[in-house]
């Protein structure tokens, strides 16, 4: 039986509520699925772990728990938890996700940036940035980050999960000049 505070009314239709369907949905897709609804705003990790905490006992909760847990810096890829998780072994701290930055009087939202230092790590993957348009719109968007003074560091997502010792030694070297 599916608890009440799962259910919504959906034009009449009685369904599971958008928390309730991602956690059906992480056996099969595993974290992918979690970033996809945080990315779309469909659901927030709160609702996530509500739904959880309402649904005990069900197979596969023990890994619903852990990408939950995984999820708690709201990556919208695994490309950046893989990246969040690097960042926290390294006990790099002091970076917030998916915030909105100002620079000259425009508003971006950068994948990773450490506030204090201004620094902007930016992890791009082929799935989200094929193509001409998204390439000159990304270059557009580093330069006038940069011309505001923030460094932007640009990480291909296969570079950061291929060699992340070297991920890590750029990203510490930006924030030591940083501060």
């Known amino acids: 039986m599916i608890p009440q505070d799962l259910v919504v009314d959906a034009e009449g239709l009685r369904v599971a509520s958008p928390a309730l369907s991602i956690l059906d949905l992480i056996p099969s897709l595993g974290g992918m699925v979690i970033d996809e609804g945080l990315r779309r705003r469909a ?14 006992g069900r197979a596969h909760n023990r890994l619903r728990s852990t990408l939950l847990h995984d999820s708690r810096d709201e990556p919208w890829s695994e490309a950046e938890r893989s990246t969040h ?3 926290r ?3 790099l701290d002091g ?8 620079a000259n009087g425009m508003q971006f939202v950068v994948d ?45 997502a296969t570079a950061v999960e291929d060699d992340p ?3 890590l030694e ?8 940083a501060r």
Do not use: M, Y
């Open 85 to 87: 998780r690097l960042l």
């Open 170 to 177: 750029v990203v510490r070297t930006a924030l030591s000049r």
């Open 165 to 167: 010792d070297h991920f």
């Open 95 to 102: 970076w917030r996700t998916n915030h909105r930055v100002v």
């Open 112 to 156: 990773i940036v450490f506030l204090r230092q201004r620094v902007i790590i930016e992890i791009d993957g082929w799935k989200f940035h094929r193509g001409r348009d998204a390439f000159t719109q990304d270059r557009w968007r580093f330069a006038r980050l940069a011309a505001a003074g923030w460094t932007v560091l640009p990480f291909a």
């Open 89 to 91: 072994a390294a006990k």
């Open 43 to 56: 659901v927030r990790l709160p609702d996530l772990q509500h739904a959880l905490a309402l649904t005990p």
